[in-house]
């Protein structure tokens, strides 16, 4: 993919120092495309910085186009949370999403996002380790790979579109894109084994049963029509993250061997 990639960023850089352009794209701006290479070099090597920049702006945009909770929620969110001040050192901020969506997102910004539906599928147990996996994500750099894909795909996206009128509207597009990469990346499996650990931790950390995560992907599993003795790979309420028997199972080993540890 990188080889690739570089060779549409020295396709872009080309037209834009020559400004002759082939099969009948005499009229794109070579400014614009100037502007995708220097887009594309940037996506090559965003630092985490631009990261955390990035997300602020995308989780902005995501806040102007959901209702924000300001009642119960808000409320339940913030008395759960309130011994957590950072995400990866970065001190947080929380907003429920007032939806029947079930799903919640962390970023490099240290921003939390939470669907109402979400909350009102589980319990404050279940609700913390779901928590716990998204910041796990964060922690590991999962959200920045998602990121700079997205960001890549822009740069792309800018060349191929810079006929002028096109690029005035992309300011709100982008944003949206960079959001729903938070939302629609798809993790590995080694990802989300990760993300569950630090999920399972997390909960057991902030007082919880040792069996909160896996509580959390059984819920996923039913809300999904998904039964507890089902095969591996179904959707769950999550579609970026799959709740998987095999993930259940480790969460529940890992919760045995917690209690047996603790006798």
Known sequence: MKRS??????????LSGCGILANGLANVDPTTLATAANTAMTA?????????????????YMDSV???????YDARLRKLMSKVKTVDGVPINLKVY????VNAFAC???SIRVYS???????????????????????????????????MAYAARLALGSTGSVIGSLSTSVLGDIAQSYLNAQYSQKQEFAADENGFK????????????????VTLMKLSGESNSKPSGAQAAFSSHPATQERADRMKAAADAYIQQRK
């Not at 090559?44 to 902005?60: N, T």
């Not at 959901?66 to 119960?72: E, L, M, S």
């Open 202 to 217: 997390f909960a057991i950390e902030q007082g919880y049963s040792p069996y909160s995560m896996y509580n959390s992907l």
């Open 108 to 110: 490099g910004d240290g």
């Open 5 to 14: 990639f570089l060779a549409l960023l020295a396709a872009m850089m080309m």
């Open 66 to 72: 959901n209702t924000v909770d300001r009642g119960a």
């Open 44 to 60: 090559l090597s965003i630092s985490d910085e631009q990261i955390a920049q990035l997300s602020a702006q995308s989780v902005a």
């Open 98 to 101: 007032r939806t029947k969506e």
């Open 117 to 151: 539906g979400l909350m009102d599928a589980m319990n404050d147990a279940e609700l913390m380790a779901v928590i716990g996996h998204e910041i796990g994500h964060v922690l590991h750099k999962d959200t920045k790979t998602a990121m700079k894909k997205t960001y």
